[in-house]
């Protein structure tokens, strides 16, 4: 790896998961942008604001992953709630398997002298 390289490996590590940690997020409950940035940038390692995920749901609405709702908020305007739709959730599921191989292999590599 060259020492002086543009792109930061946990910036592309968490480019390529994000939208997966968000349907993992909708899987619990629907949920409203803000509540997912809120739970997003509760680890450190997952931040993500707005200006990554609003163009991120607009994708995963595009591709049918996701589903909207506009509701009355008691505290201020109204709030689109996104939900994880059919398809969204064999996305996730077939996700979580592959996450899980891949996670173990890299593991085991970082793991001294078990590889």
Same mark, same amino acid.
Request: hydrophobic share 40%; glycine share 6%.
């Given at each position: 790896?060259?020492?002086?390289?543009?792109?930061?490996?946990?910036?592309?590590?968490?480019?390529?998961?994000?939208?997966?940690? *968000?349907?993992?997020?909708?899987? !619990?409950?629907?949920?409203?942008?803000?509540?997912?940035?809120?739970? @997003? /940038? =509760? #680890?450190?390692?997952?931040?993500?604001?707005?200006?990554?995920?609003?163009?991120?749901?607009?994708?995963?609405?595009?591709?049918?992953? *996701?589903?909207?709702?506009?509701? !009355?908020?008691?505290?201020?305007?109204?709030?689109?709630?996104?939900? @994880? /739709? =059919? #398809?969204?959730?064999?996305?996730?599921?077939?996700?979580?398997?592959?996450?899980?191989?891949?996670?173990?292999?890299?593991?085991?590599?970082?793991?001294?002298?078990?590889?």
């Amino acid at each position: 790896m060259v020492a002086d390289r543009a792109r930061n490996p946990m910036t592309e590590l968490r480019r390529g998961t994000i939208a997966f940690c *968000v349907l993992a997020l909708l899987d !619990e409950r629907e949920r409203y942008a803000v509540e997912l940035v809120d739970a @997003l /940038t =509760a #680890s450190q390692a997952l931040a993500a604001g707005a200006g990554t995920i609003y163009p991120l749901l607009s994708r995963l609405r595009d591709e049918k992953l *996701v589903a909207s709702t506009w509701q !009355e908020s008691p505290t201020g305007p109204p709030r689109r709630y996104y939900r @994880l /739709t =059919a #398809s969204g959730r064999r996305s996730l599921e077939a996700f979580r398997g592959e996450w899980a191989q891949f996670r173990d292999a890299v593991d085991q590599l970082m793991t001294p002298g078990t590889s």
